[in-house]
């Protein structure tokens, strides 16, 4: 099982979305990768970011590579996950995890 995967769920290390929950949407090489929030749900923009700057959680949803925010919106609104994306996860508790 690959951690860095698409439709996998990490939470942003550092930067101003630094504790909040995004999805990875595509693999660009092995140090970077695409995530969105969306914006919408968790506050993230789609952007490129480092996997150094990411903590992978067990929690993966459904998507193909390269979706758009709205197909990314619904695959959470199908797990009803959207609730814990709008949560920020808390320094302490990234630092037990990492």
Do not use: W, Y
């Not at 969105?36 to 490129?48: L, N, Y």
């Not at 590579?65 to 709205?70: H, I, P, Q």
């Amino acid at each position: 099982m690959p951690i860095i995967e698409v439709g996998r769920v990490c939470v942003k290390l550092s930067g101003r979305e630094a504790g909040q929950k995004c999805v990875i949407v595509d693999v660009i090489d092995k140090n970077f990768v695409l995530i969105t929030g969306p914006r919408k749900i968790s506050g993230v923009r789609r952007r490129r970011t480092n996997v150094k700057h990411l903590e992978p959680t067990e929690d993966t949803i459904d998507i193909k590579k390269g979706a758009s925010d709205e197909d990314i919106s619904k695959a959470i609104g199908r797990g009803k996950k959207a609730e814990t994306f709008k949560e920020p996860v808390l320094p302490s508790e990234i630092m037990m995890t990492a």
